[in-house]
């Protein structure tokens, strides 16, 4: 199954942990083991660690990060406007905004390794309920659905969209856990979360529209491929996440009810 990674890059520029598939393969494994077995033994007979000086920085660094993505990839998108939105293809090494679509798609590639800090924050915490099938999973998912855009599809086009919904709301969201750090009633107040998570459930139905759309197209020549990874990513993640919605905010309040 291997042999699929001797076909060449899509992109002739190679750029480090976006090439050969060890190193995603490594990091992703070395994040599950981490999370499901390994930190969850190392902190059996441990006190949790107070992590909140470094959670505050942390979020600080991924506001700062996702904000300064989303706002470069607003003026390209609707400033410069290299993209037709019914068909977005990768740019061609010529065209003038080829290189910040390379190092904005690059960006947030190396965001997901980021994200993976989450989880291992949970565990030296010892909130293992917050490590739950959905976080664990959309983190590992996250990594190698965009590790494997790059590597076969290329930097940008069709997954340009996606990326630039997931920043927006990971700047949301980074500025939620940053806020809740500080202030204890907006920590306890639910509100905030559940509308986080609509936000969420309403980025994948987006973009699984807008790949409908696409590939109702007759004149585009997109390659299936980024449709079929944006269509499958998108339809698994909303599913997951709607089921998340239910049973935290639908189903408690019903029970109350009855």
């Known amino acids: 199954m291997f042999e699929v990674f001797n076909r060449p890059p899509a992109d002739p520029v190679q750029l480090p942990l976006a090439v050969g598939p060890w190193p995603v393969i490594l990091i992703v494994t070395g994040y ?9 033994l190392f902190m059996a007979n441990r006190a949790p660690y107070d992590l909140r000086a470094v959670l505050k920085v942390y979020n600080l660094i991924q506001i700062v990060y996702n904000g300064t993505l989303f706002l470069l990839a607003t003026f390209g998108i609707f400033v410069i406007r290299p993209y037709d939105i019914e068909c977005i293809m990768v740019l061609t090494p010529d065209n003038p905004f ?11 590639f190396l965001n997901k390794i980021l994200d993976l800090l989450d989880t291992v924050f949970i565990v030296l915490r010892k909130n293992y309920r917050q490590a739950s099938v959905l976080h664990v999973g959309h983190h590992a998912a996250m990594v190698l659905a965009v590790y494997s855009g790059l590597r076969f599809y290329g930097y940008g086009g069709h997954l340009v ?3 630039y919904l ?5 700047c949301v969201m980074y500025i939620y856990y940053y806020i809740s750090s500080q202030s204890q009633s907006v920590k ?3 509100w905030w979360k559940q509308y986080i998570t609509i936000m969420q459930m309403l980025q994948f139905l987006i973009v699984i ?6 590939l109702n197209q007759p004149s585009c020549k997109l390659s299936l491929y ?4 944006v269509l499958f990513m998108g339809t698994v993640m909303f599913i997951m996440f709607s089921n998340f919605y239910v049973h935290t905010y639908i189903l408690p309040k019903k029970n109350k009810q009855e």
Do not use: C, D, M
């Not at 997931?166 to 990971?170: G, Q, R, S, T």
């Not at 529209?209 to 696409?214: G, L, M, N, Q, V």
């Not at 980024?226 to 990874?229: E, K």
């Open 188 to 190: 306890q107040n639910r």
């Open 32 to 40: 599950l083991l981490f999370v499901l077995k390994l930190g969850r």
């Open 166 to 170: 997931n920043v927006f709301v990971h």
């Open 226 to 229: 980024p449709v079929a990874l």
């Open 161 to 163: 969209l996606t990326g």
């Open 209 to 214: 529209a807008h790949s409908i759309w696409t």
């Open 98 to 108: 080829k290189k910040v679509e390379r190092v904005l798609a690059y960006a947030y």
